[in-house]
């Protein structure tokens, strides 16, 4: 777990998850690893310039999950297929109004009229095959990234 904060802002936290071990003695093992971190930022929003001011409206969710197995069919050669997910949505652009902001005294003001979400997620495959000599080791990766 971590966590953090920024003077003028709001907290920021991220917990994440491990998980591994040996399927088969010697040949085979598993990782599967969860992050949920959620980024809270400072800057708040004064929408069409209203006396109302709407905080923390540039936060942004993400999560980022991983899968892995190792598998050893022989001694020296390890193959590794992975899967990779992130999605992130973010609430509004991180851009502020200079004169809008107090930038001495920490206020980063946004006064856009509309608010600019941005989601993105993807998935990314890969499979890597690495082969160890006594000296050096050759390595083969391949990755397929499909953006949603």
Not at 20 to 29: K, L, R
Not at 43 to 71: K, L, Y
Not at 112 to 130: I, N, W
Request: glycine share 10%; hydrophobic share 30%; aromatic share 8%.
């Amino acid at each position: 777990m971590e966590g953090s904060y920024t003077e003028g802002g709001s907290p920021n936290g991220e917990a994440g998850l491990a998980v591994g071990g040996p399927i088969v003695e010697t040949s085979s093992v598993s990782r599967q690893r969860l992050l949920p971190p959620r980024r809270r930022l400072y800057r708040p929003r004064r929408p069409g310039h209203r006396p109302e001011v709407q905080n923390d409206s540039n936060s942004q969710d993400t999560f980022v999950g991983r899968i892995a197995m190792a598998w050893a069919p022989i001694e020296n050669l390890t193959i590794t297929p992975a899967i990779q997910y992130q999605s992130r949505r973010q609430n509004d652009t991180d851009l502020l109004w200079k004169g809008l902001s107090n930038l001495g005294s920490g206020k980063f003001i946004s006064g856009d009229p509309e608010t600019l979400p941005d989601k993105d997620h993807f998935g990314l495959t890969s499979l890597k095959a690495q082969y160890d000599f006594p000296s050096f080791s050759v390595i083969s990766q391949q990755l397929l990234f499909r953006p949603a």
